[in-house]
């Protein structure tokens, strides 16, 4: 019998980040966290083997706090997930829509149906995620108070739905990471895609950032997406996913050039592209 590996995710059960882990690795065990730092931790300094962590939406964003976290926490990225987000307003079973006045959810899930929430009048509370607010609803059984989670934190928390599929954007879709201790390099494979997700510092020199996006352009190399993170007063630094094996001769070509132009270059992750880029 194969040992069950141990998951981490943010939340509580019916989060989004629990439905992509089932989605993934649905014959382990999954154990929710509070934060991002203390799933992150969990593999970092305990015995778990992977940490899924939501890292943009394409309605809301980039998750702002992954991206501080990834290139201190000496982990590695080994894979990509994507999953359809579908918001519902959950409420307890004497609420309706013309009792509840707030609404409590994840900041993201917010963004993502201010349509709804600006339609219906309701004011918007932050809460840690979208199913720990599904929970919260649940114990305090306030017609007033309604909470944007999953049709699963609904039924895990025994509350009705007042409203399915809110979201702006029915394309509303948010990525995952996943991640462990170990650096996995893929098989180059020809034909089939490759991320490699990078961080470097920039020189502080005039177009320091321009020369250094050059590196990659200079040799035929596609980046699909680059975020600032928080850094010094004097340097810029960057998280990059680019379309290049590690081992393929132009990133090499690329990296070597790069060095010549940043402070600090560390590898974050090398793996296959989801078949759902194909979609987007």
């Known amino acids: 019998m194969t040992e069950k590996k141990l998951i981490a995710y943010l939340g509580v059960i019916g989060s989004f980040s629990y439905l992509s882990a089932k989605e993934v690795f649905p014959n382990d065990e999954l154990v929710g966290f509070k934060s991002f730092a203390e799933a992150v931790g969990a593999v970092k300094e305990n015995n778990f083997d992977y940490v899924i962590l939501p890292v943009e939406n ?12 990834l290139p201190k926490s000496e982990l590695f990225i080994n894979g990509e997930h994507y999953k359809r987000i579908e918001n519902n307003i959950l409420a307890t079973k004497n609420a309706s829509l013309a009792s509840i006045k707030k609404v409590l959810s994840h900041v993201h899930a917010l963004a993502q149906c201010s349509n709804k929430i600006k339609e219906l ?8 995620s979208t199913a720990g607010a599904a929970e919260e609803i649940s114990k305090l059984n306030d017609p007033s108070l309604c909470a944007i989670a999953s049709i699963e934190a609904g039924k895990q928390y025994e509350l009705q739905v007042l409203a399915e599929n809110i979201e ?33 510092k920039l020189k502080n020199i ?3 950032l321009y020369e250094a996006l050059g590196s990659f352009a200079k040799h035929n190399i596609n980046m699909t997406r680059i975020e600032s993170c928080i850094g010094s007063f004097i340097s810029a630094s960057f998280i990059v996913d680019v379309e290049a094996h590690l081992e393929s001769e132009e990133f090499k070509l ?14 974050l992750g090398v793996y296959h592209a989801s078949e759902f880029r194909k979609n987007i």
């Open 58 to 69: 394409s309605e809301a964003g980039r998750v702002a706090d992954v991206h501080g976290i």
């Open 168 to 200: 702006n954007s029915k394309n509303n879709t948010t990525r995952f990471l996943i991640i462990s201790k170990n650096m996995i390099i893929p098989e180059n494979i020809e034909n089939k895609k490759t991320i490699t997700t990078m961080f470097f």
């Open 206 to 208: 005039p177009a320091a």
């Open 121 to 128: 009048k309701l004011e918007p509370v932050n809460f840690s």
């Open 254 to 267: 690329a990296i070597k050039d790069l060095e010549t132009k940043v402070e600090e270059i560390k590898i």
